[in-house]
């Protein structure tokens, strides 16, 4: 042991509606050399046998979500949260305080081991959630409501009419927008989004710099509550 306490990190939150290229981004930043943090991935395990939103999950919902080996399936849950607002909550609820409990828990292991002193958070409903308040800087991730439909569409899965239910779930990208330091419009060719997403963490190194480089800490943007 060093002694020398944890590093500095700089805390950015990657986000964007539904099939806007959001994880794209991410990924493009994490091979950069960031930490990334995949929300989707942390509460879909938590919707595991065992998870830890697991029974509360289905004792909310019914026993009707359950496939033949007793896993929780995604679209059954999906149908009834994104046709009920009620029902959307109710599951955030039980999901989003784990989420946010275990994106604390990476980022304290990687503030004491990590490699890189850049985290960036991979998830659709940080602004819905209230996480962004506690990051240093917020990316957001655009695209036309045409091109997310057509991107969700070509998933397959879903019809027209569930996947623009499950577009107007989130919040409007323009109340993202307004909070964001950074965004990456990916309505061009992914070379074009690449390189925006490479200008982003260039400029996320030198926020780190800002922000740490003399005083050696720094609490979050944007304040709590």
Do not use: W
């Not at 989707?40 to 909310?60: K, S, T, Y």
């Not at 397959?156 to 409007?172: D, T, V, W």
């Amino acid at each position: 042991m060093s002694g020398t306490g944890p590093r500095p990190l700089l805390l950015a939150g990657v986000t964007g509606g539904i099939a806007s290229g959001k994880t794209t981004v991410a990924v493009i930043l994490e091979e950069l050399g960031a930490h990334r943090i995949d929300a989707d991935r942390i509460a879909n395990a938590l919707l595991e046998p065992g998870g830890a939103v697991f029974d509360a999950v289905v004792a909310r919902f019914g026993r009707e979500i359950l496939d033949p080996e007793g896993r929780i399936r995604r679209s059954a849950l999906g149908k009834i949260v994104f046709a009920d607002p009620e029902a959307r909550e109710a599951l955030n609820a039980l999901t989003h305080p784990r989420v946010t409990e275990e994106i604390g828990r990476r980022v304290r292991l990687y503030a004491e081991v990590g490699r890189s002193s850049v985290v960036v958070v991979d998830a659709a409903l940080l602004v819905e959630s209230g996480v962004h308040r506690t990051l240093h800087r917020l990316v957001v991730v655009r695209c036309s409501r045409e091109t997310q439909l057509r991107r969700l569409l070509a998933r397959g899965g879903l019809g027209r009419e569930e996947a623009l239910a499950r577009i107007e779930s989130q919040a409007p990208l323009e109340a993202k927008l307004v909070l964001a330091d950074y965004v990456v419009d990916t309505e061009t060719a992914m070379e074009e989004t690449r390189r925006q997403a490479e200008r982003v963490y260039r400029a996320l190194l030198g926020d780190l710099e800002k922000l740490f480089g003399e005083a050696g800490a720094a609490g979050p943007r944007r304040p709590a509550g």
